[in-house]
């Protein structure tokens, strides 16, 4: 596919996670080692499990944010440093419950839970992480941010059960997919932003500014995740490319394309195919010839535009260019 | 098997199941309204499957024994009948994933959602019931009772867990069943009971005694399931007789008749052969001819005991002769 992509528009070189992370690193070494904590449990079997999900740090895009968000009121950060335990663990959750449902046997090019310990123990191992991640947030001792954390789990899942009904379903809309993207990303996001913002003892209206960025952000980042899975290369992305057609879920530039070629059919004969090779092939040849990986880009900068403007009010600190920044490397991540 | 089982000493008429929740009747039919409730959600897909898990009522212990913990002092009953909803509901999420990780086809009778809708289906909607019961427990707006709902659901799977790691290993102790039943079932009960004292605003000693009697009720209630899997009948249990030696499980029984014939390893053979049905039937007929299930029948009776002695305590009224009718109730259930 590589050679035929049409590629979109991007910036010039992205902001480096290092210099983004700057102004919380020292809060991020505390976050993960409160995580890695996790591995020391009596029950061996399980301290193995911990010990595999949490050896990959990730990116930890979610806790940073948490991080960021709590800088601009002063405080002690302790709450903060939870709450950005709590994030990522239940990211970590999620995904263990996500690759168990969609068969993935790889994730960040490494062997899934499902994969090497088969499916229920990945479901138990899930519930059990849900449930920690829950026991962090109370820790925080602030019921608004603990209710918004089980509302999280509950929009995540549904997110995911909407995605499992809509696949293979040649009919699927582009509102369909922006209200998945927001249960599925987006949810999670704006919970780690606008909590951060309420722990730190910020103001109502710094609060809902820094919601809104989070949902901006995790609008564009889950677009973006899925422009990677039709023109990123299976190393980087850590799954095969065109993974999402494959599993019948058509997401933003597949649905961009279909809107162009009303036609063809090509998307929709790809997605009711099941796993048909050859409908695949052709569908991913005609997306990648086409503008719409690039149309899908310009969603996602526009919704990037909207989370810089939430931060218009926000006093000029190091942290707001780090969130500035954050939008600059979701929008050119390759991976 | 029937014919052969030495019947274990059974108390007098079992109280009936509407006396004992006379007190907290008006109470029960709120949560059940709540928990109908649910069933209301936009996304269609999502209310059937609601529909189909909150239909059969089952027999709502752990949601009574809340309201019933609740009375010993005088509040509104609005916070206990939140979580009476909120303990009833975790109790049907762990169900769910339960039944998907045992490849259970039936539950009470009725299909389970992974028979009907398959694994991947029930794993999203357990996610998605876990989190509707925390959101239940932040309604309560008290941070010690929603941190100890969160450590059960840790707990809970985390009894899971422990039980397919053992499943099938000849091995297994009695140190093990009792820490995995506490995990597994009394975890959630004494949940139950000491979260209906915290809320109703009762004392610290009255939290604790009703604490500890859903503890004793709850190992009480377990070691009753596991023996009722060896001498119920697949109509009453709503699963097949000798389920947990079939799924390489030592419950009690299997445990005690190891115990008391340390030569013949029938119960080992069983565990380690993976369902061959002829080590089953032979170690089923063995125990069954035993005094083993007897002798179980004994130790449930004793964490009975233990459970009526915690009550010693509390004021004569109504909601305490129930608790105490709960203790008669679980431990001569046929079902």
Redesign the interface.
């Known amino acids: 596919m590589s050679a035929e992509r049409s590629a979109p528009p991007r910036r010039a070189p992205s902001p480096s996670i290092g210099s983004i992370y700057a102004p919380v690193q020292g809060q991020l070494a505390r976050v993960d080692d409160r995580l890695r904590g996790l591995v020391k449990v009596e029950?061996s079997?399980?301290s193995g499990l911990l010990d595999h999900v949490l050896e990959s740090k990730g990116k930890r895009v979610r806790p940073v944010i948490t991080l960021l968000a709590a800088s601009f009121h002063p405080n002690d950060g302790k709450n903060a440093e939870i709450m950005a335990a709590a994030v990522e663990l239940l990211h970590i959750a999620t995904l263990i419950?996500d690759d168990?449902?969609d068969n993935s046997a790889l994730r960040r090019g490494k062997a899934t839970v499902s994969n090497l310990w088969g499916?229920?123990?990945a479901?138990?191992?899930?519930?059990?992480l849900?449930?920690?991640s829950?026991?962090f947030v109370?820790?925080t001792?602030n019921?608004r941010v603990?209710?918004r954390f089980?509302?999280?789990?509950?929009e995540?899942?549904?997110g995911?059960?909407?995605e499992?009904?809509v696949a293979h379903d040649p009919k699927q809309t582009r509102d369909q997919y922006l209200e998945r993207i927001y249960d599925k990303t987006a949810s999670l996001f704006t919970t780690a932003s606008e909590s951060g913002a309420l722990l730190s003892g910020a103001s109502e209206e710094t609060a809902t500014a820094l919601k809104k960025y989070g949902y901006n952000l995790g609008m564009a980042f889950q677009i973006v995740d899925d422009i990677l899975d039709f023109e990123g290369n299976a190393q980087d992305v850590g799954k095969p490319v065109g993974s999402d057609l494959l599993h019948g879920l058509m997401t933003l530039p597949a649905l961009l394309y279909a809107e162009g070629h009303p036609g063809d059919g090509l998307v929709q004969d790809a997605v009711a195919s099941r796993g048909d090779a050859k409908a695949l092939d052709t569908a991913l040849r005609a997306i990648a010839a086409s503008p719409a990986v690039g149309k899908a880009y310009a969603v996602a900068e526009d919704y990037g535009q909207k989370a810089l403007v939430c931060l218009g009010g926000l006093p000029d600190i190091p942290a707001r260019g780090s969130l500035e920044d954050m939008v600059a490397y979701v929008l050119t991540r390759r991976a």
């Open positions: 029950f079997y399980l419950h168990t449902v499916k229920d123990i479901v138990v191992l899930g519930d059990y849900f449930a920690t829950a026991t109370c820790d001792g019921i603990i209710r089980a509302e999280t789990i509950m995540l899942s549904s995911e059960l909407h499992m009904v």
